[in-house]
């Protein structure tokens, strides 16, 4: 079975800490575990279908879809003090730190930076908040970007090349950044969160042996409790690993089910520059 983190490997030392940190968990398992890289541009779709996962990050929104085709192990717990010590997560937008806007209602009718479909801190919450806060009769009230920006880097870096006015990127990459690259971070602003949400858990594959993922799924929720593990959290950012049900995650479909039935969309490329207030 293989092993991967690349939903939070955003810099190359943080996706050494996410290999050493699983490799300590399949020897405290007893369970065999190849770490792959699967690196973008390929895409993490094709990772979240292989047959063989064993311990691999997966967006909430895509598994909440399809709860039967994985065997859920456990989820993250950020150490910052807004998760209030539990396995969730908010998206944030974020601006260039000098641009003028003071509130995400300015930057309406601007470009978004966003991520695909599939995700749910970088498209699926994010568009549930907007339609919360959008002008009456509005159905967008972004433009999108030229190109796609299916990572969060991509999405930080369109926002702070010019070519969107807005991102939106799941808090914990951006804690991450401001942990580990905070020369990055002094470039942007937040202007709105949106509510917390059930953090992306991992996983194994449907077919993977059930008497190891339950030891995996063991080794996770204990692997703070080890010494080795414990550093190997501090430097990701993490209090602990904790138990987790699908049904924690139903909230996300039912938010994109709200979003569809309302005809509300994230971006549209028809939008005038100008959004009614």
């Known amino acids: ?116 479909p599939e995700s749910n801190s970088g498209y699926n919450a994010p568009r549930h908040y907007l339609m919360s806060s959008a002008p009456a009769g509005a159905h ?25 006015e807005v991102g939106v990127v799941d808090s914990y990459v951006l804690d991450l950044f401001r942990q580990h690259a905070p020369e990055l971070m002094t470039q942007v602003k937040t202007l709105a969160v949106t509510p917390a949400a059930p953090i992306p858990p991992v996983l194994a594959s449907r077919d993977a042996d059930p008497a ?22 501090a430097t990701l950012g993490l209090a602990r690993f904790a138990a987790v049900q699908s049904d924690d995650y139903v909230s996300l479909v039912r938010l994109a089910q709200a979003a569809d039935a309302a005809g509300f969309a994230l971006t549209d490329a028809t939008l005038s520059t100008q959004v009614p207030a």
């Open 1 to 116: 079975m293989i092993s991967n983190a690349r939903m939070y490997a955003v810099t190359p030392p943080l996706a050494a800490a996410w290999r050493a940190l699983f490799e300590r968990v399949a020897q405290r398992a007893g369970v065999a575990l190849e770490y792959v890289e699967h690196t973008a541009p390929a895409p993490i779709s094709a990772l979240w279908a292989r047959p063989d996962c064993g311990c691999v990050f997966m967006c909430g929104y895509p598994y909440a879809c399809d709860p039967a085709g994985r065997q859920l192990l456990a989820a993250p717990v950020p150490a910052g003090a807004r998760y209030g010590n539990r396995p969730v997560y908010h998206s944030e937008f974020i601006v260039r730190a000098d641009a003028s806007a003071q509130a995400l209602a300015d930057t309406f009718g601007g470009r978004l930076a966003c991520m695909l």
């Open 140 to 164: 967008a009230v972004y433009r999108p970007t030229a190109q796609p920006t299916p990572t969060p880097r991509e999405t930080i870096d369109a926002v702070l090349n010019g070519q969107a």
């Open 212 to 233: 190891q993922c339950e030891r995996i799924r063991a080794a996770l929720l204990t692997i703070h409790e080890d010494a080795e593990g414990a550093a190997l959290l």
